[in-house]
């Protein structure tokens, strides 16, 4: 496989991550658990496939240097910037907010997820920009 596909590989991982977020969260409104459930370990699934592919990239190519210049520079790497610190805490709140529904603690399953769902489709979505602003 070549190295190259990899950014859209993740771009589309990245997608369909906050389109399933976003259906689960309408599916839990409605009260449909078991679509719900569908979607989120769906999610989950996606965003996993996603870090594996992202770092056989970056171990392999490294860093990939932005290079427009001006405000779009600064637009870029604040981005970047709240993309790479929120990233670091969606691994440990999605499995912890995962762990209490396999658990059935669906009071605090519930808490925490009213902030894992914000800051992972914040994650998902910009992850798609910054591909978008790298590569295209």
């Given at each position: 496989?070549?190295?190259?596909?990899?950014?859209?590989?993740?771009?589309?991982?990245?997608?369909?991550?906050?389109?399933?977020?976003?259906?689960?969260?309408?599916?839990?409104?409605?009260?449909?658990?078991?679509?719900?459930?569908?979607?989120?370990?769906?999610?989950?699934?996606?965003?996993?496939?996603?870090?594996?592919?992202?770092l056989i990239y970056?171990?392999?190519?490294?860093?990939?240097?932005?290079?427009?210049?001006?405000?779009?520079?600064?637009?870029?790497?604040?981005?970047?910037?709240?993309?790479?610190?929120?990233?670091?805490?969606?691994?440990?709140?999605?499995?912890?907010?995962?762990?209490?529904?396999?658990?059935?603690?669906?009071?605090?399953?519930?808490?925490?997820?009213?902030?894992?769902?914000?800051?992972?489709?914040?994650?998902?979505?910009?992850?798609?920009?910054?591909?978008?602003?790298?590569?295209?």
């Amino acid at each position: 496989m070549e190295l190259s596909i990899l950014p859209t590989l993740n771009a589309g991982l990245n997608s369909i991550s906050a389109l399933l977020l976003t259906t689960g969260y309408v599916f839990v409104r409605q009260g449909r658990i078991n679509q719900h459930r569908a979607c989120m370990v769906g999610a989950f699934s996606a965003s996993t496939l996603f870090l594996i592919s992202y770092l056989i990239y970056h171990f392999n190519v490294g860093s990939v240097a932005f290079t427009g210049q001006g405000a779009i520079r600064v637009i870029y790497f604040a981005i970047l910037i709240t993309h790479v610190l929120l990233a670091a805490l969606i691994l440990p709140l999605a499995m912890i907010t995962l762990i209490r529904a396999i658990r059935g603690q669906f009071n605090t399953h519930r808490k925490i997820a009213r902030l894992t769902l914000p800051v992972w489709l914040y994650v998902s979505v910009t992850g798609v920009v910054i591909y978008a602003m790298l590569y295209l």
